[in-house]
């Protein structure tokens, strides 16, 4: 008989408790689009990787764009040069 003295109260505390912490969760939104948030860490992958396989195709033709830059010039000074002789 004691013991429910005890149960009671502490079973009432732990219904309490449970009610606060799924309408806290609810509050929160933690139930909001529960389909896609599986898949969001693998989408996020791919869009990340996508950005940096673009930003890779992005500065390669700025790469090839330089090298032919510094290839103009040094053909134009070479010119230069060559006419100075003259």
Known sequence: ??????L???????FVVAIWAV???VKSNQFEDLDNASQRIIL??????????????????????????ATDMNNDNSEI???SEI
Do not use: G
């Not at 009671?8 to 732990?14: A, E, G, Q, V």
């Open 1 to 6: 008989m004691l013991s429910i003295f005890l």
């Open 8 to 14: 009671i109260p502490l079973s009432l505390m732990l």
């Open 23 to 25: 309408r806290y969760a």
């Open 44 to 69: 996020d992958d791919r869009q990340e990787r996508r950005q940096t396989m673009h930003a890779h195709e992005r500065s390669a033709p700025t790469q090839q764009q330089d090298e032919t830059a």
């Open 81 to 83: 040069d060559k006419n």
